[in-house]
Each structure stands twice: as structure tokens, then as C-alpha cells.
């Protein structure tokens, strides 16, 4: 339902005061806050992202190495099919395999092909299969590689973080698990005062930072403050 609301320049005022106020951090179970005093330092486990096994797919670039046989050595990129080639072993589906996998699979080839006691090393050259897509009130929305573990924080600050118009309760991830389709709503707000925790992002997901019309309003009433001689009626939803 429409509502009316006066804006006078008294309210667009009060309206600017009510918006400067500084968030509050709670705590919460698990979630120790300290005023005012510095942090505990972190222990050298803390320093180090546990890693996830990266999956390979479509656009790497491997390095393929064949100790002691540098005919069978190559760098090689996984086609749109996810799938490679190299002597002996011929034509190879590698999507979804990790590089420790690929390197069984690789050792079984090459002993079926009669070599002696293969030592193979497969290395990551270029890592491009792995992405996901931050869109929405961001300032560079965008595709980004996805190195390592990742979580909603640092992926909208991959985007350069959200814009003066982002309506921060209102962040959406979408992710397909199995053929299913999911979403799930998150408050940037609460993250960072620690109410909730940072959820973890996956390759292929699609972050969505809504935007928020009212913000946009109250720009355009601001922009125009100088003109407005009397209150002004404007009509919401």
C-alpha cells in the first residue's frame, strides 16, 4: 500500500544523523569481543588457509612432467570437453579429477603402455576452470577466479566491495548442487559484527548484492535539498 511521507529539511536531517550512527559488535556464542584492547596474535596454524582439493575442468593449463622422459613431458590445456592428449596415453578425460587423481590414472596408462616404473608430476600452470560471479550493487561486478577457499566477505571485496546503494541485508547466493537449484539469503550487516558467520563460496556460485530504491530516493531528495524552499510531499511504496 502507498504511504505519504513529508520530507522537510528538517527530517532529511534527522534522517542523515540516524544513518551516521555506528554498529554495536555483539557477542555470541563462539565469538569472543574485545573494546578497545588489541587482538590475540594468531599462532602460525592461523596464518595458513586449510586447503581444498581443486577439481580440474575446462581451460586449465597443466604441466605434465615424465621423469627422465622428455618426449612424454608436456604442457597441456584441458579442452571445452574436459579432456586432454599425450603420447602413449592418448586422449583423456581429466574433468573432475584432482591433480593427485590425475597422476594415478596417468601412471596406470603409461605402465599399460610398457614403461618402466613411470614417475609422474603433474603441476597446475594456470588455473582457470575454478569461478564465481559477484553481480548486483557492486562496484566491479564480474567472473573471478576462485584460488583457494573463499568466503561471502572476501569475495564481494573482490568486487571492490558493495556500492552507497547496496541493500546489504539483501545478498542472495545461488549454487546447484547435484541438479538441484539452491538460494539462500544473507546480511552482510550481521557478518561483519559477527552475529553470523562468514559462509564459505563454491566454484560456480553467483553472489547477488540487492539494491536498494529507497537509498536511491533518498539521494535524489538530497541532490535536490538546495531548491526545496517548502516540504516537499513525496509518494513511497
Known amino acids: 500500500m502507498n504511504q505519504k511521507l513529508i520530507l522537510s529539511s528538517v527530517s532529511i536531517a534527522a534522517l542523515l544523523c540516524s544513518a551516521c550512527s555506528a554498529p554495536t559488535l555483539v557477542g555470541r556464542p563462539g565469538l569472543a569481543v574485545y573494546e578497545n584492547k588489541p587482538l ?38 584441458v579442452d571445452l570437453t574436459g579432456k586432454i592428449a599425450l603420447p602413449l596415453v592418448g586422449e583423456l578425460k581429466v574433468s573432475g579429477l584432482t591433480t593427485s587423481e590425475l597422476t594415478a590414472v596417468l601412471v596406470t596408462k603409461l605402465r599399460q603402455a610398457h614403461v618402466l616404473d613411470p614417475k609422474v608430476t603433474v603441476n597446475i600452470a594456470n588455473a582457470a576452470s575454478q569461478i564465481f560471479t559477484v553481480d548486483g550493487s557492486v562496484a566491479s561486478p564480474g567472473i573471478f577466479p576462485l584460488s583457494g577457499r573463499m568466503s561471502l566477505m572476501r569475495a564481494i571485496a573482490k568486487a571492490q566491495g558493495t556500492t552507497e546503494y547496496a541493500r546489504e541485508n539483501y545478498v542472495v547466493v545461488f549454487r546447484t548442487v547435484q541438479g538441484q537449484r539452491y538460494a539462500a539469503l544473507y546480511d552482510l550487516r550481521a557478518i561483519r559484527q559477527g552475529l553470523l558467520d562468514d559462509p564459505e563460496i563454491f566454484s560456480n556460485d553467483i553472489i547477488y548484492v540487492g539494491d536498494s530504491q529507497a537509498r536511491r530516493l533518498f539521494r535524489d531528495v538530497i541532490t535536490a535539498a538546495p531548491l526545496i524552499t517548502t516540504p516537499m510531499l513525496l509518494l513511497l511504496r
Open 40 to 77: 590475540p596474535e594468531p599462532v602460525r596454524e592461523d596464518l595458513v588457509i586449510p586447503p581444498r582439493p581443486y577439481v580440474l575442468g575446462p581451460s586449465d593449463n597443466l604441466d605434465v612432467d615424465v621423469f627422465g622422459i622428455p618426449e612424454l613431458s608436456k604442457s597441456v590445456t
